[in-house]
């Protein structure tokens, strides 16, 4: 498939002292929020924009693998997107219609029912919210609390859902951002590079679902019947961290026998991004209820809750939003979904993604300072460590036959438990553990406890991040540490632009790792110059 793209760009360097680009970026540095993320790692002024690549206001021209935080599924002014708004713009159509029904709004709705896992689009509902994925997970959670008179809710480890403060309690750093976290549940997530067990592949994810299953039908577990289960099908700002195949079928089973509604956000991972066209197609899960965000606006602001009709009992005006008809953002979400659906874009995101997985898993080999590279799809993460920090506190290879070694950055086992006691699993009634290796998956680990993974190296994936914008690539940090480079490119890449990636992140790994090594461990500070780097939280 064609698609029109910039000239070949030049190999772009940092923005220099002066002229225009430095001016905007004093200003904004001077009278923008000190709650500002993106801006201060990428100072850069973006002026012109097409398919992956983003010209500055100084002429300079980078590739980007932030695609507004997974937002440009089709890269930046795609032309059946520009196509949809300029429909609308000159048909004279209301551009903000509140819950007002349009053409323009049925004909979104007849797309994203189409994109839908079948056994939920027969039955579902969908609520048009604000703007952004926080206020559809803040729908979702009001949603399953009015349905069920619980107010409980199981959330996991690592998760994040938005920063309003119904999202933000569900996340995993909610009690570091200074919320409350009450009525939330919190469960272990299957993080095979740094299990909570210690053990990873299919024995961690089964000690997972075990745990989970166990609280919730212990009557003195401090779990009570919760409203509802909020999971991402891959974690995304918590380091790329896809969820088994397995272990999802599993949740779903949990969730079922015990009347708990299950919610999938897929903010980030829909619309093809993960190599399907929503996560939960990998595992053949239907969720009660999913979150729907950022790529099904084409760009623009839309959110939606997608959910079982018998769950919708709220009452008029239960939850509302001001823009929740931004009929721009319905036309730009149809044009996309349909040309995802159209294109087969998530079989094109599963085959660029897995020969970008190989690539930089071929690269890792021998170079300790990557410790894992993982994702699904064109949702990829490198999560970098310092390997001699880790030896320092005793975390190498353990010796033939000796015990496991302790993690320091593993997460203490549920309940305060010691992981290596852990209950066997137990099958779910009527069948077998349903850990089978998925296609693209690790292959599984064995049952013996496993050596513990260095510590997290933020400073280096930061310099790392810097060194990308050097050579003209636009990388995202995430993961519990802010160790993790993450990769969001649009659909729509081509092979040659696959490389480029590569070679230019490749490049930028080996520079940040020579660099760290000529300092005797001190790993160099961000190059940014308005302030620390950020993981940027985006909802």
């Not at 089973?253 to 399907?276: F, W």
């Not at 015990?403 to 069948?431: F, I, K, L, R």
């Not at 998956?441 to 050097?470: N, S």
């Amino acid at each position: 498939m064609a698609v029109t793209q910039l000239p070949p760009m030049a190999l772009a360097a940092v923005p220099g002292d002066g002229g225009a680009t430095q001016g905007i970026l004093r200003r904004q540095a001077l009278r923008e929020s000190a709650a500002r993320t993106y801006a201060r790692a990428l100072p850069i002024v973006p002026v012109r924009a097409r398919g992956m690549t983003v010209e500055g206001a100084d002429g300079r021209r980078y590739l980007d693998c932030l695609s507004g935080a997974g937002a440009l599924a089709l890269g930046h002014n795609h032309p059946v997107v520009l196509d949809a708004i300029r429909a609308v713009l000159d048909s004279e159509a209301p551009l903000q219609v509140l819950d007002l029904a349009t053409p323009v709004k049925d004909a979104f709705t007849d797309e994203l029912f189409a994109t839908l896992p079948p056994g939920l689009a027969s039955r579902a509902r969908v609520q048009f919210c604000g703007p952004a994925g926080t206020d559809a997970v803040e729908a979702a959670l009001k949603l399953v609390r009015t349905a069920t008179g619980r107010d409980g809710l199981l959330a996991f480890s690592g998760a994040y859902h938005g920063m309003t403060a119904g999202a933000l309690a569900a996340s995993g750093g909610a009690p570091a951002d200074g919320v409350m976290a009450a009525g939330v549940t919190r469960l272990p997530f299957p993080y095979d590079y740094r299990c909570p067990f210690g053990v990873g592949g299919e024995r961690g994810a089964e000690l997972a679902a075990h745990w989970a299953e166990k609280l919730l039908d212990d009557p003195k577990g401090g779990a009570p019947h919760p409203a509802g289960m909020i999971l991402e099908p891959v974690q995304g700002e918590g380091g790329v961290i896809p969820a088994p195949d397995g272990w999802l079928r599993r949740m779903r089973e949990i969730t079922a026998a015990r009347s708990i509604p299950l919610i999938a956000d897929e903010v980030q991972t829909g619309v093809g991004r993960t190599g399907a066209f929503w996560a939960v197609d990998h595992s053949g899960v239907e969720p009660d209820v999913m979150v729907l965000s950022k790529a099904i606006g084409g760009g623009l602001p839309l959110a939606v809750v997608v959910y079982r009709e018998d769950l919708d009992v709220w009452p008029p005006g239960a939850h509302a939003g001001t823009f929740r008809g931004n009929q721009l953002a319905m036309a730009a979400g149809a044009a996309t979904l349909a040309h995802v659906r159209q294109n087969n874009l998530a079989e094109r995101a599963a085959t660029v993604g897995g020969r970008m997985l190989e690539r930089l898993r071929g690269f890792a080999a021998g170079r300790p300072q990557i410790g894992d590279v993982r994702g699904r799809g064109l949702m990829i993460g490198v999560e970098l460590v310092a390997p001699e920090a880790g030896f320092a506190a005793g975390a190498g290879v353990a010796p033939t036959g000796a015990g496991p070694v302790a993690n320091p950055d593993h997460e203490e086992a549920p309940g305060g438990t010691t992981p290596y006691e852990a209950s066997p699993y137990e099958a779910s009634p009527g069948g077998g553990a349903p850990y089978e290796a998925s296609p693209g998956e690790a292959a599984p680990y064995a049952d013996a406890m496993r050596t513990a993974a260095p510590p997290a190296a933020p400073a280096l994936a930061a310099a790392v991040q810097q060194e990308c914008l050097r050579r003209g690539l636009i990388v995202e940090l995430g993961g519990r540490h802010g160790a993790v480079i993450r990769l969001l490119p649009p659909l729509t890449i081509t092979d040659e632009q696959t490389e480029a990636v590569l070679d230019r992140l490749t490049d930028a790994l080996d520079a940040s790792i020579r660099t760290a090594g000529t300092h005797s461990r001190e790993l160099p500070p961000t190059a940014a110059p308005f302030g620390p780097p950020s993981t940027g939280d985006h909802r």
